[in-house]
């Protein structure tokens, strides 16, 4: 296990100061958790550094299938998948189901690209449990598939990259609760913690209330719907019509670049104030221009590349960590200047990539 669990010496602080170019070129060493018990979240967990492998034995092709790419979230995610494949020298055919609302085309496509020959499937789920039978299928013929991002609840994948969205709403939750704890000046938020029945939305989504609880938070409205910009910036509109002594706005990244514009335009940019509890472009710039106040981030990209490095391990016998995530950490105005992107955001200009070959 040498090559992935050299002694933690690396930090959280460590991530936030590597340069830009220094991640793109050499990412690794790079401070995870590993779960003592994989797939089971409440598990304790291990600090270590990951360092993949240097490079795969033969091009390996891998099927990789994505939610959606409406967001600059998932552009991560592709970017860091696609990168290490080539990094790797190993194969890679990504396909996007359009939305939260099309787990068939989702199963669909992932169908279609195993019977073109995948020897890994890597999946960043629309559903928790929906995905759960073809899960077994493809297990069941000797195919490796990757939990990355979202979460499933299937016993038979290989192995996970993924965090726990549970703390990613938590973490969220406790920013705010920091800031107006019990007995202080109260609080009322608007919480949009995204499409409803994905796996990582109802973790968030108890992560964050469990967080608030006994502070002095108070809940007025909770609002699920798909994270394309044009439903989040419905949401926000339903809800600033409904409720015009809102306090925060808080949810997921699309809601937050979404809330921008509305704010400014109905001119409550000083009094509503917005949180992420994730990150992303938007997010990023929002931070940085003093209009979004924080955002924990999962290291979206280091996820990508760490799912494609668990599977060249499993098609080459290698050891490999089952259940994996980066260490999280909160993003704020105040810190903004020691945050390295990289990790997190693809380059500027950054395009899909839906085949490495």
């Known amino acids: ?47 270590v550094d990951y360092e993949p492998l240097d490079e795969a034995s033969k091009k390996w092709n891998l099927c990789v299938s994505f939610p959606h790419m409406k967001d600059a979230y998932w552009l991560g995610v592709n970017y860091g998948i696609t990168e290490e494949a080539k990094r790797l020298g190993v194969a890679a055919t990504v396909t996007d189901a359009g939305g939260y609302t099309n787990l068939n085309t989702q199963i669909s496509q992932i169908e279609d690209c195993v019977s073109a020959g995948a020897d890994a499937v890597i999946i960043g789920a629309i559903a928790y449990d929906g995905l759960n039978n073809l899960v077994a299928e493809i297990s069941e013929n000797g195919i490796p598939v990757i939990d990355v991002i979202n979460g499933m609840s299937s016993d038979q994948l290989s192995a996970k990259s993924l965090v726990s969205f549970g703390e990613m709403g938590a ?52 609002k699920y719907g798909d994270t394309g910009k044009e439903a989040q910036a419905r949401l926000v509109e339903d809800t600033l019509q409904t409720y015009p002594d809102l306090d925060y706005i808080v949810g997921t990244a699309v809601t937050a670049e979404a809330a921008i514009p509305i704010l400014r335009s109905r001119g409550l940019t000083d009094k509503v104030k917005v949180v992420s509890y994730y990150y992303a472009p938007g997010v990023d710039r929002g931070i940085a221009r003093g209009q979004i106040l924080a955002a924990p981030t999962d290291s979206t990209v280091i996820q990508g590349r760490i799912a494609v490095d668990q599977a060249v391990r499993i098609l080459e016998g290698k050891d490999y960590l089952k259940h994996v995530g980066p260490e999280l950490y909160v993003v704020t105005q105040e810190n903004y200047d020691e945050f390295d992107p990289a990790s997190t955001l693809a380059p500027d200009g950054f395009r899909p990539v839906f085949s490495v070959k």
């Open 1 to 47: 296990m040498k090559k992935i669990l050299s002694a933690s010496t690396a930090t959280v602080a460590m991530a936030f100061a590597l340069s830009s170019s220094a991640m793109a070129a050499e990412w690794y060493p790079y401070p995870v958790e590993v779960w003592t018990q994989p797939f089971n979240m409440e598990s304790p967990r291990s600090k």
């Open 171 to 222: 973490k969220a939750g406790e920013f705010l609760a920091d800031l107006h704890p019990a007995g202080g000046e109260s609080a009322k938020v608007a919480w949009f913690p995204g499409p409803a029945g994905a796996g990582w939305v109802e973790a968030g989504n108890a992560g964050f209330l469990g967080a608030v609880e006994g502070s002095a938070i108070k809940m007025v409205e909770t």
